[in-house]
Each structure stands twice: as structure tokens, then as C-alpha cells.
């Protein structure tokens, strides 16, 4: 599955390494949005990690989706350099978009076609950290189970809801039909964000990191918002602009 085509063919995904291997476990028995449907390792991962590879991820797996690899075909499969040997498959974890599964007073993350994996996956695991109800991905983003997707998100992935709905106008429409506020995030002419009234349900949107949103995206929403900034540049990565509005949105 180390294709978008696979990916979607099988409705699974691949998880690698550790950490994250441990974390899906760890959701699938903590409150079950996880379906993990396979676990490969290495005999050196087995050893390397003795102490926790066997209690906090095999545990309570049936032996016939445990499946021991060889160091060659291990690397084979590793997204990254220097791979740990541990890889778990899992059923897809995205949600449908529509009005019966948003929350009306939740604040929301909407990422309008961002094309960069690793800022994608820092957007989850921010969004993670700071507790939004939820992040949709719209207007033709990257793929959210792209291994470099799912290895920045450390393990959000599998404890936010992510929605995946390319219609920007629906995504617009739903919100506001549940009296949710639209609030564009724009380089300049927006409401500065130390300013902006968050104490309300909202959908932040965050545009594409080169180019930002198009301009009818950002007129189809309520509201725009900036970050004022005081140097000398007039715009931050997509995945720092976030960070900061977010933290304001839920201080």
C-alpha cells in the first residue's frame, strides 16, 4: 500500500515505526477508532524493543494478522532512512462530511488545498495538541495517508476526526447552515487574531502554502483574519500560521 491507488483500493493505510505503532494500538483498545488489520516486524525490532513491542502493541492481537519480516524487505517498506522494522496496516480513519457529523458549537480546522505532506501532518498534530472538534481537508489536498502525512502527525492521525470533502462550497454551506462562522485566514486585510472574538463556534481555514486561498474561497467565507507581524517578511508557512491561530483560537 505504499500507493495512493493501493490505499484506496484496500481502505488501509500504513503506519510506521514505534511510536506511532504503539500509539494505534494504544487508541484501538482505548476507544476503538483505530482498526488495526496487521503487524509486521523484524526480529531486531523484537529485540530492540522487548521491553515494549510484545506488552503495548501485540497484545491482544490475534496471531494471524502477526506477521515477522526480514531485514531486507523491512527496509524495502520503510518511508524513511534508518527504519525501526514495526509497520502496522489499519483501516482508513477519515469521516464522512455533513451536517450529522459535526458538532454545532465546535471549533473547527479546514485546510484548503495544501500540497506538502509534513505540513499537513504538523496541522493534525496541532490541531491534536490544542483540541479541536475536528479538520477537514478540502479543495484537492495531498493525500492524508501519505507515509510522510502520517509520520508528521505522530500519532494525531488517529485522535482527531478528519473529514475529506474536495466540494469548498458544501464544506461552506454546512457550517454555516449549523452556525458555524466561516474565518478565512489572509496574509493582510483580515481582523488581526489577538482581536478576533474565538468565543464562539468557528472554522478557520488555512490556504494553500504557496499561494494562499483563492479569492472566491476566501469571499465565500463570514469572516478574515491576520496575523499581524512585525518584521520584515508578510507571510509564515502554512503549518506555523496554524500553530499561532490556533493557540489564540482556543486560549
Known amino acids: 500500500m505504499s500507493s495512493k491507488k493501493a490505499r484506496e483500493e484496500n481502505g488501509e493505510f500504513v503506519i510506521e515505526g514505534m511510536r506511532n505503532c504503539t500509539d494505534a494500538a494504544a487508541e484501538q483498545k482505548a476507544s476503538g477508532r483505530v482498526e488495526i488489520t496487521a503487524v509486521y516486524y523484524t526480529a531486531r525490532a ?3 524493543y522487548s521491553a515494549a513491542l510484545p506488552t503495548e502493541l501485540l497484545t491482544g492481537l490475534d496471531d494471524s494478522i502477526k506477521y515477522e519480516l526480514s531485514p531486507d524487505l523491512a527496509e524495502k517498506l520503510a518511508d524513511s532512512e534508518n527504519g ?4 502496522v496496516t489499519a483501516k482508513r480513519l477519515d469521516k464522512i462530511f455533513c451536517a450529522d457529523t459535526i458538532i454545532s458549537d465546535g471549533k473547527y480546522l479546514v ?4 500540497q506538502d505532506p509534513g505540513n499537513l501532518g504538523t496541522l493534525i498534530r496541532t490541531a491534536d495538541a490544542v483540541g479541536v472538534s475536528g479538520v477537514i481537508l478540502t479543495g484537492n489536498c495531498c493525500d492524508l495517508y501519505n507515509p510522510k502525512v502520517v509520520r508528521a502527525a ?3 492521525i488517529a485522535r482527531v476526526d478528519v473529514f475529506i470533502d474536495n466540494d469548498f462550497e458544501k464544506v461552506v454551506s454546512v457550517f454555516g447552515k449549523a452556525g458555524i462562522v466561516n474565518v478565512a485566514s489572509v496574509i493582510s486585510g483580515g481582523t488581526d487574531i489577538t482581536s478576533f472574538d474565538f468565543d464562539r463556534p468557528c472554522a478557520v ?3 494553500n502554502e504557496g499561494r494562499g486561498m483563492p479569492p472566491e474561497h476566501i469571499a465565500a467565507c463570514d469572516e478574515k483574519i491576520t496575523i499581524a507581524m512585525k518584521g520584515r517578511i508578510n507571510s509564515l508557512n502554512a503549518g506555523a500560521a496554524a500553530t499561532i491561530i490556533l493557540w489564540e483560537m482556543f486560549r
Open 111 to 114: 485546510v484548503d488545498n495544501i
Open 84 to 87: 525501526q522494522g514495526v509497520f
Open 205 to 207: 481555514y488555512i490556504g
Open 46 to 48: 523484537m529485540e530492540k
Open 154 to 156: 505522530m500519532g494525531s
